[in-house]
């Protein structure tokens, strides 16, 4: 088991930046692959970034590259999501994932979910 506790969320105005973290504990941090999702009310969980085990591998939703980054301190046992530029249609809820393999880009790969951090961005 893998649990995972976000951090960071808040309200922000358009144009400024927030640092997601997602700090992990139970089993080995560095075996799994770490992933970004986000919800928006009424809509669907889509992927926003997922990172490898080794931080060696990134990926990113269109939407979201040249914005956000994401990355991880396996000796922390921490991932994190810097995101820049923030803008009203990022506003969601922002979840972090751990993947059942080192890296994936499929959500039904990610089998530990923490719960949720609030993002709002104002126009």
């Known amino acids: 088991q893998v649990q995972l506790v976000e951090s960071g969320g808040g309200l922000v105005q358009a144009g400024g930046s927030l640092r997601l973290s997602c700090a992990a504990s139970?089993?080995?941090?560095?075996?799994?692959?770490m992933g970004w999702f986000r919800q928006a009310p009424g809509k669907e969980r889509e992927f926003v970034a997922a990172?490898?085990?080794?931080?060696?591998?990134?990926y990113y939703r269109n939407s979201v590259k040249g914005r956000f980054t994401i990355s991880r301190d396996n000796a922390k046992s921490t991932g994190y999501l810097q995101m820049n530029s923030l803008q009203p249609e990022d506003t969601a809820v922002y979840y972090c994932?751990?993947?059942?393999?080192?890296?994936?880009?499929?959500?039904?790969?990610?089998?530990?979910w923490g719960q949720g951090t609030q993002v709002t961005i104002s126009s």
């Open positions: 139970g089993r080995t941090f560095v075996n799994y692959g």
């Open positions: 994932a751990a993947a059942i393999v080192t890296y994936s880009l499929r959500e039904n790969e990610y089998r530990y």
């Open positions: 990172i490898s085990w080794s931080g060696g591998m990134t």
